[in-house]
């Protein structure tokens, strides 16, 4: 095995390490606090800058990774999560291989753009759709919070994700 491999491979690891904690910390033991009884969702930042640092397949399956570990949790979803993180993954490296630059304002940019996205067609697809009284209140009152929440936290996932990244990146000058 070529040192290159090993690298990508250690890289990877660390990828899917930071995925199950994310999992695990959003989902098992809450470490940050509830605020208005929401906590933050964390999978969806941890996937989409997975996803802005290693391209449209890496970040495709990692997109499914964070949203397979999310589904086994939730209720009603039943694969939706996986679908959706995966699609916007897959998105996000291809549009940042073809047309943008990485760094942490268009991960701003982006991970308000699918977060904001995906607390808004859950509501409608499982929320809304199945005639829950009151769901359209749940919005203002549950989804966009926790939205709010989730976004405060998108600078740590890009510091974490590039140190990953960097220390794990092969380059000739190493040898």
Known sequence: MTVQTKARAKKYACYAAVIVFAHIFQNSFPVFPEIMSVRPALLLSAA?????????LIGA???FLA???WD???VTADGYNAMFLMIACAVCGMLLRVFMRNNIITFIIMNTGITVLYFLSYALFFITARGISGALGMIPRYYLPMALYSLILTPFWYLLIRKI??????S???I
Request: aromatic fraction near 18%.
């Open 172 to 174: 000739y000058a190493q």
């Open 72 to 74: 086994t949790v939730t």
């Open 61 to 63: 399956a990692a997109g």
């Open 48 to 56: 989409v800058c997975i996803a802005m640092f290693e391209g449209e």
């Open 165 to 170: 990244y960097r220390k794990f990146s092969y």
């Open 67 to 69: 949203g397979a570990l």
